[in-house]
C-alpha cells in the first residue's frame, strides 16, 4: 500500500509570490491534516480537512489556506509570501473513523525555501 | 490550552547504553498520547502510542507508559544503536472530537556514538 506522498519535495520561492503544495493520502484515507516544520517553532498545526471540508485550524494567518478535493487528495497555498515561511510542511493522512484515535500517517514533506 | 514539554536535547549515549527522554503534558479530558521519530531527511514514523491511562506502548524495543497521576509519557529503551539516531518528538491528540490535530513537542535529538 502507498504511503502519503508530497509533491514537490523541494521549492524555492521569493517574498512575494505564492506557493501550492500538494498531498496524496493513503488509499481509503479520508482525512488530511497539515503542519508546518520549523527550527524555532517545531511542529505546528496548520489545518485539517475531512470530505473536502475544513474541520480544524492552526494559529496560522489567513495567507495560509487549503483544500481537499473528492478523492480525499489534499492542496495547501500560502500567498504573499514572507522570509519566515521557509520551513518543511508536512501532511499527514488518517481513516478518521473512530470517534477517539485516529493514527495519522506523515509524509516525507515539502521543503520551503522563501529568498 | 493543551501543551507538550520534553527534555531538551541534544541527548548523546554511547552505543547499548539506558535511553530515557521525558515527556509532560497539560491537557483536558483524556488524550491519546503519541511518540514520534524523524531521521534525516524524512517524514515522521508514528514510534508507539496508548490510548488510555495506564497503557503501555511499544515497539522496537522502546517503551512508554500513559502516567495520568504524573502526567507523563516517558520513552525508554534499554539498550540503544547507531540506528536510533534520530528526533523523537511527543505528541497529544485531544479524544473528545475526532480531530486530526496533534500537538507536539519541540523534540528530542538523539545521538548514539558507537
Known amino acids: 500500500k502507498a504511503g502519503v506522498t508530497q509533491t514537490p519535495r523541494y521549492l524555492i520561492k521569493t517574498r512575494g509570490q505564492q506557493v501550492t503544495l500538494s498531498c496524496s493520502p493513503i488509499s481509503g484515507h479520508r482525512s488530511v491534516s497539515w503542519y508546518q516544520q520549523t527550527p524555532g517553532q517545531g511542529l505546528q498545526f496548520l489545518f485539517e480537512?475531512?470530505?473536502?471540508?475544513?474541520?480544524n485550524k492552526g494559529n496560522f494567518p489567513g495567507r495560509f489556506s487549503g483544500r481537499q478535493f473528492s478523492n480525499s487528495r489534499s492542496e495547501m497555498n500560502v500567498s504573499t509570501l514572507e522570509l519566515g515561511d521557509s520551513a518543511l510542511y508536512l501532511c499527514?493522512?488518517?481513516?478518521?473513523?473512530?470517534?477517539?484515535?485516529?493514527?495519522?500517517?506523515f509524509g516525507p514533506g515539502t521543503r520551503l525555501t522563501v529568498l | 490550552g493543551n501543551s507538550v514539554t520534553q527534555m531538551e536535547g541534544p541527548v548523546t549515549l554511547s552505543e547499548e547504553a539506558f535511553l530515557t527522554i521525558n515527556c509532560t503534558y497539560t491537557a483536558t479530558g483524556y488524550p491519546s498520547l503519541f511518540w514520534y521519530v524523524q531521521y534525516p531527511g524524512e517524514g515522521l514514523q508514528l514510534l508507539l502510542k496508548?490510548?488510555?491511562?495506564?497503557d503501555k506502548g511499544s515497539n522496537k524495543g522502546f517503551e512508554a507508559t500513559y502516567r495520568k497521576e504524573t502526567t507523563s509519557f516517558h520513552l525508554e529503551k534499554g539498550s540503544v544503536q547507531v540506528s536510533d539516531s534520530a528526533v523523537y518528538f511527543c505528541?497529544?491528540?485531544?479524544?473528545?472530537?475526532?480531530?486530526?490535530?496533534?500537538?507536539f513537542g519541540q523534540g528530542t535529538t538523539l545521538q548514539v556514538k558507537p
Open positions: 496508548a490510548t488510555k491511562a495506564d
Open positions: 505528541a497529544l491528540s485531544d479524544r473528545s472530537g475526532n480531530t486530526g490535530k496533534l500537538i
Open positions: 480537512y475531512f470530505s473536502e471540508t475544513q474541520r
Open positions: 499527514a493522512s488518517s481513516l478518521a473513523v473512530s470517534k477517539t484515535y485516529n493514527e495519522q500517517f
